[in-house]
C-alpha cells in the first residue's frame, strides 16, 4: 500500500497490484487506483513531480530503494502522463528505464541543484529558450525547496552525461528532448520517495 500525496492535497490511500517493468521492485506497482501530481509547463519545457511514502522500506537502503522504484512503472513516463504503460518501450523522458542502472545517477546535495540548474543555464546553444527555461526555474524553485530535502539522498540523472547510441537513452528518440533532469529524493528515515523532472522536448 502507498500513501501519496503532493502540495497541500489531501493523502489519499491507494491500492495497486504489482506488476514491473523488470526486476523485483518490492514496493512499487504499476498503477494505483487513484494518485497526485505537480506539472508546470510553460513554451515547451516543463516541470513534474511525484511524491509517494514508502511503507514497506525494510532494511533496504537507498540505493537498493532506487533500484526498485527505476524498474517499477512509476518510473516510466507512461505513467506520469496517465498513459497505459507499454512494456516493450518503457522510458522516463530520453532515458530507457530498461537500460539504466543505479550506477547512472550521482549524488548530489540540496544545496547542490541550484550549481545543476546554474550551469546548463550557461550552455551557449540555447538562444531564446533560456529565457523560458528561467522563467519555468522562477516558478518552479519554491516547490522544489518545499520537498525539505536537507536530509537523506538525492540521485540526479542528466541526459547531457550520455550520447546517442548509449544503453542509458532510448534509441532514435533522445534527439527529442533538448535536455532532461532527473532528481530521485530518498528521506533519511525511507519513507518518502520524490521523483522530480525538468525537461524540454
Given at each position: 500500500?502507498?500513501?501519496?500525496?503532493?502540495?497541500?492535497v489531501?493523502p489519499k490511500?491507494c491500492i495497486?497490484v504489482?506488476?514491473?517493468?523488470?526486476?523485483?521492485?518490492?514496493g512499487?506497482?504499476?498503477?494505483?487506483?487513484?494518485?497526485?501530481?505537480?506539472k508546470?509547463i510553460?513554451?515547451y519545457?516543463y516541470?513534474?513531480?511525484?511524491t509517494f511514502?514508502i511503507t514497506d522500506?525494510g532494511?533496504?537502503?537507498e540505493t537498493?530503494?532506487?533500484d526498485?522504484?527505476?524498474?517499477s512503472d512509476y518510473?516510466?513516463?507512461d505513467y506520469t502522463?496517465?498513459?497505459?504503460?507499454?512494456?516493450?518501450y518503457s522510458n522516463?523522458g530520453p532515458f530507457?528505464?530498461?537500460?539504466?542502472?543505479?550506477?547512472?545517477f550521482?549524488?548530489?546535495?540540496?544545496?547542490?541543484?541550484?550549481?545543476?540548474?546554474?550551469?546548463?543555464?550557461?550552455?551557449n546553444?540555447?538562444?531564446?529558450?533560456?529565457?523560458?527555461?528561467?522563467e519555468?526555474?522562477?516558478?518552479?524553485?519554491?516547490r522544489?525547496?518545499?520537498?525539505n530535502m536537507?536530509d537523506?539522498?538525492?540521485f540526479?540523472?542528466?541526459?547531457y552525461?550520455?550520447?546517442?547510441?548509449d544503453?542509458?537513452l532510448?534509441k532514435?528518440?533522445?534527439?527529442?528532448?533538448?535536455y532532461?533532469?532527473t532528481f530521485?529524493?530518498i528521506?533519511?528515515?525511507?519513507?518518502?520517495?520524490?521523483?522530480?523532472d525538468?525537461?524540454y522536448?
Amino acid at each position: 500500500m502507498f500513501l501519496l500525496w503532493c502540495g497541500d492535497v489531501l493523502p489519499k490511500v491507494c491500492i495497486f497490484v504489482p506488476r514491473l517493468v523488470s526486476g523485483t521492485g518490492r514496493g512499487f506497482g504499476s498503477a494505483p487506483q487513484q494518485k497526485q501530481k505537480d506539472k508546470e509547463i510553460y513554451e515547451y519545457q516543463y516541470f513534474t513531480s511525484e511524491t509517494f511514502q514508502i511503507t514497506d522500506s525494510g532494511d533496504r537502503d537507498e540505493t537498493e530503494i532506487l533500484d526498485d522504484f527505476i524498474k517499477s512503472d512509476y518510473f516510466t513516463e507512461d505513467y506520469t502522463f496517465e498513459r497505459e504503460v507499454s512494456k516493450e518501450y518503457s522510458n522516463h523522458g530520453p532515458f530507457d528505464v530498461k537500460g539504466l542502472l543505479t550506477t547512472d545517477f550521482k549524488k548530489i546535495k540540496s544545496s547542490d541543484i541550484e550549481k545543476v540548474i546554474e550551469d546548463i543555464s550557461n550552455d551557449n546553444d540555447w538562444g531564446d529558450d533560456l529565457e523560458y527555461f528561467k522563467e519555468l526555474w522562477t516558478r518552479v524553485k519554491e516547490r522544489i525547496a518545499d520537498f525539505n530535502m536537507t536530509d537523506g539522498t538525492i540521485f540526479h540523472l542528466n541526459k547531457y552525461w550520455f550520447k546517442s547510441g548509449d544503453r542509458q537513452l532510448v534509441k532514435d528518440w533522445d534527439y527529442v528532448f533538448t535536455y532532461y533532469l532527473t532528481f530521485i529524493y530518498i528521506s533519511a528515515d525511507k519513507n518518502k520517495l520524490v521523483c522530480f523532472d525538468l525537461g524540454y522536448d
